[in-house]
């Protein structure tokens, strides 16, 4: 691919290019730089003044952008340690959306239009779907989730005759507090404990080194759902642990990928309950999938729903028009069998922490220590675990991901939202692809008073603290002074990679030093101030 600017460089130049891009991106990972970062023009309204700006990719996965991927490890684990063992109330306020949510939000609509418009084009949209999932971690991270992917669909008041019935288990009185119990020792030392809990699904079938022994028994179905609703499932273990524990528990938790590709979750839990009492709620969890049935297929091969405008999927051969999502769902039988019914495995692993000790450290480094691979990253590699997976592809390929996965029309239902072009076995969601084996969901689940600030607050207090250690403080700058527009593919205003990436090592490079000589210009009056004392 040639960039418009290579075409005014000489031959030489141009041909040298991918090489120097490549190499240069060697270097900016090495510097901590973003290797994809995002042009965006800045339009500064006071001014008028209008430019282009690199921001960073973002990116969560070491596989995208190792540079972005490490920084977000390790904001996230500066936000576990923040909350683990808080001894005061957090006070949370409703954050006002500053400059950075307004742009993300209207970059992101900006993006949504170019991969809508790619996909009409019958371009590949891996790429621009990549960007719009970071983006939508990035908003979420910023505590916009609200504004961005709230709906005003009123809740479906079937599902409440449906309601999960509430397990079998203890309940203490609720108290007004978010912070665990706290011991005194005898010398009069206070002991705030808390814990740390790994949670895993079911076996499906032997396993050696991730593997299936008898991949034929395999139950790859189970566990092809299992993946698709895990996130309810650990919803309602955290119901049901506040429940018996009668206080507002918190939690940090990371889903992570098991080596035999299912998801599991590591939870640090502020406070502490007997671990029996943990188990016992693990054992007691289970959360139902109350879908239509796929037990019978009635669209396959050839043979598929056909669309027409106004009226939606019908039969091809009967002209009959297939239910919709909500009919298909009043239709269920009162006393039919859920989809699915999802319960933990019994590999329960509890651990009391105690704040501020290398323990507790080691469950942060633990907890994050596969936050930049995707759950389908094998982690050996080998044949039999890439075997393993394209299996597993291949059990969630007609599995209904969700209401409006293009898998229904399979089952004889319009998926919710149904439009044309949508086809079985054809579904572009996450939890179809390799990467993701089933699970959609976010890595990181914070609940909403683990510590005082958001991740967007974390993200500003390392800018302070590099403006201050520069010297600049970081004036309070009008959050309407800027306006975010994104850069059009090819825009010839943007220099070629190599080139970007060339400036941002540089700049890095010069904070760098700029930093060492202020922490030596520091440390010499630490010095002469000792000595000063000493004299
Ligand atoms: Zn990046
Ligand atoms: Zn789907």
């Known amino acids: 691919m040639t960039h418009p600017h290579d075409r005014a460089l000489p031959r030489a130049v141009r041909l040298a290019m991918p090489m120097a891009r490549d190499v240069l991106k060697e270097v900016a990972k090495l510097h901590g730089v973003c290797i994809r970062p995002i042009p965006l023009r800045r339009l500064d309204i006071v001014?008028?003044?209008?430019?282009?700006?690199?921001?960073?990719?973002?990116?969560?996965?070491?596989s995208k952008c190792p540079p972005c991927a490490k920084r977000n490890r390790q904001l996230r684990m500066a936000q576990c340690r923040e909350g683990w063992h808080l001894d005061n109330e957090p006070t949370i306020t409703p954050d006002e959306?500053?400059?950075?949510?307004?742009?993300?939000?209207?970059?992101?609509?900006?993006?949504?239009?170019?991969?809508d418009a790619a996909e009409e084009a019958g371009d590949d949209t891996t790429d621009l779907d990549a960007v719009l999932s970071g983006l939508d971690d990035e908003i979420n991270a910023?505590?916009?989730?609200?504004?961005?992917?709230?709906?005003?669909?009123?809740?479906?008041?079937?599902?409440?005759?449906?309601?999960?019935?509430?397990?079998?288990?203890p309940k203490r009185k609720m108290t007004n507090t978010t912070l665990g119990r706290t011991f005194t020792s005898s010398d009069g030392k206070t002991y705030r404990p808390s814990l740390f809990v790994t949670l895993t699904l079911p076996s499906y079938g032997k396993v050696r080194d991730g593997v299936p022994i008898d991949p034929d028994t395999y139950d790859y179905?189970?566990?092809?759902?299992?993946?698709?609703?895990?996130?309810?499932?650990v919803d309602r273990f955290v119901q049901n642990l506040r429940r018996v524990a009668g206080y507002d528990v918190q939690y940090f938790a990371a889903v992570e990928p098991q080596k035999r590709l299912a998801p599991h979750l590591h939870m640090a839990i502020r406070g502490t309950l007997p671990r029996a009492e943990i188990k016992q709620i693990a054992a007691a969890t289970y959360h139902q999938v109350w879908w239509p049935s796929t037990d019978h297929v009635r669209f396959d091969g050839d043979h598929l729903p056909v669309w027409q405008d106004g009226t939606g999927y019908l039969d091809p051969s009967t002209g009959e028009v297939l239910p919709t999502w909500d009919e298909a769902l009043d239709?269920?039988?009162?006393?039919?069998?859920?989809?699915?019914?999802?319960r933990f495995g019994e590999q329960v692993d509890v651990q009391g922490v105690l704040a501020g000790t290398p323990d507790a450290d080691q469950c942060i480094r633990y907890l994050s220590k596969y936050l930049t691979k995707s759950i389908g990253e094998t982690l050996d590699g080998g044949k039999a675990q890439r075997e393993h997976a394209a299996r597993m592809l291949d059990a969630l390929r007609y599995e209904p991901c969700s209401p409006a996965c293009?898998?229904?029309?399979?089952?004889?239902?319009?998926?919710?939202?149904?439009?044309?072009?949508?086809?079985?076995?054809?579904?572009?969601?996450?939890a179809h692809k390799p990467e993701h084996l089933g699970y959609?969901?976010?890595?990181?689940?914070?609940?909403?008073?683990?510590?005082?600030?958001?991740?967007?607050?974390?993200?500003?207090?390392?800018?302070?603290?590099?403006?201050?250690?520069?010297g600049?403080?970081?004036?309070?700058?009008?959050?309407?002074?800027?306006?975010?527009?994104?850069?059009?593919?090819?825009?010839?205003?943007v220099p070629p990679l190599a080139m970007r990436l060339l400036r941002s090592v540089h700049e890095r490079q010069r904070w760098r030093a700029h930093l060492r000589e202020l922490e030596a210009r520091a440390a010499g009056q630490e010095l002469s101030a000792i000595r000063g004392e000493a004299a």
């Open 440 to 470: 959609a969901g976010r890595r990181v689940l914070v609940s909403r008073k683990w510590s005082n600030k958001t991740l967007a607050e974390h993200k500003q207090d390392r800018r302070t603290w590099v403006l201050e250690a520069l």
């Open 47 to 62: 001014t008028g003044k209008s430019e282009i700006i690199d921001v960073p990719c973002g990116a969560v996965l070491d």
């Open 331 to 342: 239709a269920l039988d009162e006393d039919a069998e859920p989809l699915h019914v999802l």
């Open 221 to 233: 179905r189970r566990a092809a759902r299992d993946a698709l609703h895990f996130s309810k499932l």
């Open 406 to 430: 293009p898998n229904w029309l399979r089952y004889g239902v319009q998926p919710k939202n149904a439009k044309a072009g949508m086809a079985p076995g054809r579904c572009r969601s996450k």
């Open 472 to 493: 600049q403080a970081d004036e309070p700058t009008d959050p309407h002074r800027y306006i975010w527009r994104s850069v059009p593919a090819g825009d010839a205003n």
């Open 142 to 169: 910023a505590g916009m989730r609200g504004s961005v992917t709230g709906s005003a669909v009123p809740k479906r008041t079937r599902s409440t005759r449906r309601r999960q019935d509430a397990p079998d288990l």
């Open 97 to 115: 959306p500053n400059e950075e949510q307004r742009w993300l939000v209207e970059f992101r609509a900006d993006m949504q239009a170019r991969r």
